[in-house]
């Protein structure tokens, strides 16, 4: 009889289906491919390298006075890649990262590709090497790399929302934090975590469908059910119990991960130092707290607004004619808004409503009494907003942040919702990460601008300049296929 299945037709110790399920319990074990995901995905990398060169050899015709095009150079290019991704390739089996960060990555990873490659290039004095070649090499790398890294991301993505290259975890503790995690990881399943149990002594947890026991019944619950990571939010006063999951997860080969109390209250970036033994937290400013951040920030601003007022005309002179032919009244609208802390400016709108006296304290609604038939086409496309480029130019708005709220907003607003004036520690922008994730138009509810609030917050605490671009192509994208919520 086969012990696997009790199957009496199966007369050996080792039959086919034996081997085909010992081989899928096997694999469900530990890793699911991870590790093989990653080398699949770094081989690829050192393949767009490669071509990248074999691409520049074939437009270049083999130049034979460039030193670039020889064995030597080719080798260690690949050599100078390979210390590369090193450090970099865990891009490759993160599980959260998002694609402004990956963009921002993979410039960091050719940077340091970059300076080995010319550090090697000088030590062995290969330096009949044309700059040309160089930038042409770099100009086609880069922008390769990069959408290989975001399409690897989207391909990973996929495969672990169909249910593979996951890990079964399971969450120690059930009050608010062990909730708040549980929440997030069954939020995406892209993140490619199997919640396989929740443990808690609290009475409280024992309807959440998740639950499988009491601390006691952990060990031999992942005895028996291969678990890969454990997630420990017991609070503060539970330190012998910690330390008895840790000899768990230790004597089964689990990967311990412990969720801080601080979670509770802090949900700002923050780096782990130490004074000694003792770890502290730092919180992090916002990243525009930096002066080259705030520069290259401005300077994008400056140029993208400066392009775009050189060619608004092609805009204006039409828009101008519909505005004038559809109502009495100026082209543009003006009015007072909340900007950079908390200083006062006037923005600039083309006029989409009839002249009234409660533009200032009524927002737009869907079906507006006072928007005019071109207005609303006008909102509808967010061609309202084009005039908001001067706003820009002047330095009193940047293309991507918080939006900027009119005067009496802000003072209702600031007294009713935490962190509102956090958004206004940057510069309003024309778009905004909340915006482009579907909180724009009309507030009718207080949820509706909290929601707004903590978009805009978290962009001010995580911004980079990929991130601005990311906004701005979705914005682009949004307003090409319509959105329900511009009115």
């Not at 024992?206 to 939010?233: L, P, R, S, V």
């Not at 002047?394 to 918080?402: E, F, K, L």
């Amino acid at each position: 009889m086969c012990p696997t299945h009790n199957d009496t037709h199966c007369l050996c110790h080792i039959c086919a289906r034996c081997i085909f399920y010992s081989f899928i319990r096997l694999m469900e074990k530990k890793g699911r491919y991870g590790q093989f995901i990653r080398s699949l995905f770094t081989t690829v990398d050192f393949l767009i390298l490669n071509l990248t060169y074999v691409v520049l050899y074939l437009l270049n015709g083999n130049t034979p006075d460039d030193d670039f095009f020889s064995r030597q150079v080719w080798f260690m290019m690949n050599i100078s890649f390979a210390a590369e991704c090193l450090i970099f390739s865990n891009i490759h089996s993160r599980r959260v990262v998002f694609a402004d960060r990956v963009v921002l990555t993979a410039t960091k990873a050719v940077m340091l590709f970059a300076i080995l490659f010319f550090a090697f290039l000088l030590f062995l004095n290969l330096d009949n090497i044309h700059v040309l070649t160089f930038v042409k090499f770099f100009l086609i790398f880069f922008p390769s790399l990069s959408c290989w890294w975001l399409l690897s991301r989207r391909m990973l993505k996929i495969y672990r929302s169909k249910g593979g290259n996951y890990k079964r975890i399971i969450i120690i503790g059930g009050d608010i934090v062990g909730m708040r995690l549980l929440d997030e990881m069954l939020e995406n399943n892209e993140y490619g975590y199997r919640i396989m149990g929740l443990f808690d002594d609290n009475q409280s947890t024992h309807a959440n469908a998740y639950y499988k026991g009491k601390f006691d019944d952990i060990d031999q619950f992942i005895k028996d059910n291969f678990i890969d990571e454990m997630y420990c939010t017991l609070p503060d006063g539970k330190e012998g119990l910690v330390q008895k999951m840790i000899r768990i997860a230790d004597s089964n080969a689990v990967d311990f991960y412990y969720v801080p109390q601080f979670g509770r209250t802090i949900k700002r970036n923050f780096d782990l130092q130490s004074i000694g033994n003792v770890p502290i937290l730092a919180i992090r400013p916002n990243p525009l707290s930096n002066p080259i951040n705030r520069i290259i920030k401005r300077i994008f601003d400056f140029v993208f607004s400066s392009c775009a007022l050189i060619v608004s005309p092609l805009i204006l002179i039409p828009v101008a004619i519909g505005i004038k032919l559809t109502s009495p009244g100026p082209i543009f609208f003006k009015q007072k808004r909340t900007g950079y802390r908390g200083k006062e400016f006037v923005c600039y709108k083309f006029r989409t409503m009839k002249v009234n006296n409660l533009s200032d304290s009524l927002q737009a609604s869907k079906n507006d009494p006072r928007k005019t038939r071109f207005g609303d086409f006008l909102r509808r496309s967010s061609i309202d907003e084009l005039p908001q480029f001067f706003n820009v130019w002047r330095g009193d708005m940047s293309i991507v942040g918080p939006r900027p709220h009119m005067l009496k907003h802000t003072k209702d607003y600031s007294a009713l919702i935490d962190k509102y004036m956090v958004r206004h520690t940057i510069k309003p922008g024309i778009t905004g990460w909340a915006q482009v994730n579907g909180y724009r138009g009309e507030t009718r509810e207080l949820w509706q601008m909290e929601k707004r609030v903590e978009y805009d917050v978290w962009y001010a605490e995580n911004w980079n300049f990929m991130l601005d671009l990311k906004i701005i192509y979705l914005t682009v994208w949004n307003a090409i296929r319509g959105e329900k919520n511009a009115f």
